[in-house]
Structures are given as C-alpha cells and as structure tokens.
C-alpha cells in the first residue's frame, strides 16, 4: 500500500490522501479539496484514480468530488447516512464493509460517529496498520462536534473502537493540527514530558513533511486516551469544582472535550 498525505496548505490545514496499490497503480483519494495538488500526484507517479471516498459531509472534505469524478470517472463512496448531503454518491457504506484497491490494497470500514452522525473511519491491518480517521481523531487531540456531531457518541467511538487498536497503527487524520493538540496536552497535563519532547521537535515541522504518529505515540500525548492520568484528572477538578471526586473516564472525556472548545 502507497499513502500519500497531501497538505492542502490553506487555512483549515487539510489533509487529503491518496492511496494507491503497488501493483496496479489504481488509486483513491480521500477527502478532496485541493483538487490541484491531488490530480499532480495522482500523475506524477501514474496512478489510475479509482474511487473517491469521503469520511463526511463537511464541504472542506468533499469540494474536490466533482471536479475529480470529471477528470477521472472515479466512483464516489461515504457513509451511508451522508448520501443524502453528498452529491453523486454510488455507494454507501456501513460497519464492516471492505474497499479494496487494486489487488494489495484492502480497507475495513469503521462506523465512527461523534464529529458528524454519519463519519467512516478506514482500517488497513496490514504489515503496518492504518487509520485514516478524517475529523473523529487528529494527532494528539479528537475533533469537535459543534457542526451535527454529538459527544455521547464521540467517546463511545473512541471507547468501544479506538482504544482497541494495535499500538503500532499509524495516524491518518484529515487536519494538521498537531502542534495546537500538544500545547493542549500540556496545558492538561503540564508533567507530560513525552508531550513536550514532540513540541520542541516538530515546532518547525514542514506540513507537507509532517510527522505520523502511532496509537503508542497517541496514548502518551493524547489527553483523550489518557483518561485515567491523575494530573489530567486533577487539573480537570479544579476547573470543574462539581465534577466527581473518582470520575469515570466518559466524565472526563467529556470535560477534556468542552474546555478544549474553548481553549
């Protein structure tokens, strides 16, 4: 499997992806919007783009499909519950359903929501194991649900899903927003050492170049899968004086997640 992470460079720092099989060069992209920058290296390395998939139905998620589906012929695929929103969509997917990509590639679909109602996720468990998590979970932090998402489902997503995956799957996520996420971290957990090691090193990262964490890497700077951290918990308590004196971790998951709102 062939993943390329193209950065948008635009306001929002999106990421887009195309992934490609070694083999026959067919390939699909993931999330369009820079239509540009995706078409130069779908002909740079001569990929035969295939699919289109989207993870939701946020514009900045799906402004490239038509553009791409002209040039390409490219069958467009979401959530079954966002083909409503989505121009074009062929074919809506559900929890379980597979994607295949030439003949090396294959994708497990997972039902995500929490950002949106309607999110996919895409699981390649391979030799190295994959994540593309559009916006339900970005490097050292989670996505909002202020555009149609809830956070009852956000947590279970992570809960029942994320929390189970190897510590060697790689993190794909649709926005780079590192840098932001670990200055969250520390402000949540200000001993986090590892935390502060990421920080210095990728302060001056280039994005087109930027780093792909790990789930190990994400359960050492993550605040949202470190719901058990005394220190988070801690310092939760103190800017929520009512909350629990021995949360659960859906408490504190949710209080990470409304002071992050704001911060």
């Known amino acids: 499997?062939?993943?390329?992470?193209?950065?948008?460079?635009?306001?929002?720092?999106?990421?887009h992806?195309?992934?490609?099989?070694e083999k026959t060069r067919e390939a699909m992209i993931i999330d369009p919007l820079d239509v540009d920058r995706c078409m130069n290296v779908a002909k740079k390395n001569n990929y035969k783009i295939t699919t289109i998939l989207n993870t939701h139905d946020h514009w900045d998620h799906i402004g490239g499909n038509q553009e791409i589906k002209e040039k390409t012929g490219a069958t467009i695929l979401s959530h079954k519950g966002a083909m409503k929103k989505i121009p074009d969509v062929e074919h809506g997917l559900v929890a379980?359903?597979?994607?295949?990509?030439?003949?090396?590639?294959e994708f497990k679909v997972l039902d995500t929501p929490g950002h949106t109602e309607s999110h996919i996720c895409l699981f390649s468990n391979n030799?190295?194991?994959?994540?593309?998590?559009?916006?339900?979970?970005?490097?050292?932090?989670?996505?909002?649900?202020?555009?149609?998402?809830?956070?009852?489902?956000?947590?279970?997503t992570f809960s029942s899903q994320f929390s189970k995956l190897p510590d060697e799957t790689l993190i794909y996520p649709g926005h780079d927003y590192m840098l932001n996420n670990l200055e969250f971290t520390l402000n949540r957990e200000p001993n986090n050492e590892d935390a502060k090691t990421y920080l210095m090193k990728l302060e001056k990262q280039n994005p087109h170049d930027a780093y792909v964490t790990s789930m190990a890497?994400?359960?050492?700077?993550?605040?949202?899968?470190?719901?058990?951290?005394?220190?988070?918990?801690?310092e939760l308590q103190r800017a929520f004086p009512?909350?629990?004196?021995?949360?659960?971790e859906k408490e504190v998951f949710l209080a990470l997640r409304e002071l992050r709102d704001n911060w």
């Open 1 to 15: 499997m062939i993943v390329n992470q193209i950065y948008a460079d635009n306001s929002l720092r999106n990421f």
């Open 17 to 21: 992806y195309i992934i490609a099989c």
């Open 96 to 105: 379980g359903d597979t994607i295949n990509v030439g003949d090396t590639v």
């Open 127 to 156: 030799e190295n194991p994959s994540l593309f998590c559009g916006d339900t979970m970005f490097n050292a932090g989670v996505g909002h649900c202020k555009l149609g998402g809830n956070l009852d489902d956000l947590y279970q």
């Open 217 to 234: 890497d994400e359960r050492t700077i993550n605040s949202f899968l470190r719901l058990q951290n005394e220190t988070i918990i801690a």
């Open 242 to 248: 009512s909350m629990s004196k021995r949360p659960n």
